[in-house]
Structures are given as C-alpha cells and as structure tokens.
C-alpha cells in the first residue's frame, strides 16, 4: 500500500509550488495513476512537469515583471561604475546634505537612479499588456528603492549575509551573488508594485 500511496514531499510540492485552477484535478489524475501501478519515480517526474509548466505560465503571464527584473539586473550590474554616474552624488550636493540623507545620497544616488531608469521598460510592458497607470510606476519606483536601501545596508543588521574577502580581512563579500539579489528586488518590486493590476484586469463576475 505504501507504494500506492504519493510521496508527501511531492504532492506538498504539487500542491503549493503549482499554483492553477486544475491543480486539484490534475493532483487526483496523478494519485489515481500512481494507485493503477506507476511507480513514485514517475509521481515525481509528473510533478516536476508541471512545475515547469506552471513557472513557464507564470512568466508569460507576468513577463513584463521579468523584462524590468532583467533590464534593472542588467543596468544596476553593467553601470554601477561607470565614470558619468560618478558625478551624480555631486549633483546632489551631498556634502550640504544632514546626516543620514547625505551618507545615502551618497551612497544609493547611482543605484537608484539606474533603478529609475528601468521602469522604462516596465511601463512599455505594462502598455502593452494594456494595465498601464502611473500609480504602478510610483509604487514600483518606492519599493525598488527601498529593497535597494534595505539589501546595501543588510550586512549591518544581518552580518552573516558576509564574510571577510581571503586575504583582506578588512573588506567582505555577500555570501549570495549581487545579481540574483538585483533581480529578486526588481522583480518583488514590481510585482508589489503592480499587484492590483492582475486582480483589477480580470473581468468581474
């Protein structure tokens, strides 16, 4: 009976990773096969399936959250020190600024403005999907520099996200690589962002 029965790891994984109006249909299709004489091997390869297939609809779905992800990911990385940008705290006056708004103009001007500069893309995504308001923009625009702010000064309040560059012990390094969390906060930022886009475009009943 053992046999029979679905690995819970799997079906938990189905159940939550595979987010979908067929998911309880397609949970009892894959229980009833397993029981008919498939083996968990195959229980597991089915749901990996459909866990690629419901990451792949998520993104065609969201893909201008993505397309903002990857240009914001692209400039933040590709621009950050680029000769231009390091007059932009000078613009600011950031000498004549009080303390802690001058540490983070600073500091954050040139991130956030390669953030700004991002939602360019954002919006033309948001055209073309026809969900565009501006108050998607400002929204996506706040949390954006927020997580930036939040992930520069996170070794400060969460130390074990570093550790000490070998052979330089007065410089470290973020155990977890700049671009992937560059791009997890463009694409929580825009998906907070234009949250209410996707519950508001659906037809009403």
């Known amino acids: 009976m053992k046999t029979s029965n679905p690995p819970r790891l799997a079906l938990w994984w189905l159940q939550h990773a595979c987010p979908g109006p067929r998911n309880e ?5 894959l229980i009833e096969r397993l029981r008919e004489g498939q083996t968990r091997g195959w229980f597991w390869r089915q749901v990996f399936l459909a866990f690629v297939v419901s990451v792949l609809g998520e993104t065609r ?5 993505f397309c903002y992800a990857i240009a914001g990911t692209a400039m933040t990385w590709c621009f950050r020190d680029a000769r231009v940008l390091r007059y932009v705290p000078g613009w600011l006056h950031w000498t004549d ?10 500091e954050l001007s040139r991130p956030a403005l390669l953030a700004l500069a991002a939602l360019s893309v ?8 026809r969900s565009f308001r ?9 949390i954006s520099l927020a997580l930036i702010t939040l992930g ?13 560059v070998p052979g330089d012990p007065h410089h470290r390094f973020l155990i977890i690589p700049d671009v992937v969390l560059f791009f ?3 694409l929580v930022a825009s998906w907070l962002g234009t949250r209410s ?3 508001g475009s659906e037809p009403r009943r």
């Open 61 to 65: 779905r969201h893909w201008p959250h």
């Open 184 to 186: 997890a906060t463009f």
């Open 122 to 129: 954002l919006a033309v995504g948001l055209l073309i999907q």
């Open 134 to 142: 501006a108050i998607f923009l400002l929204r996506t625009a706040a």
């Open 97 to 106: 600024l009080p303390w802690p708004w001058s540490q983070l103009a600073f």
């Open 152 to 164: 520069h000064f996170s070794t400060d309040f969460l130390p074990w996200l570093s550790r000490p």
């Open 197 to 199: 886009a996707q519950t």
């Open 25 to 29: 249909a397609l949970t009892g299709d």
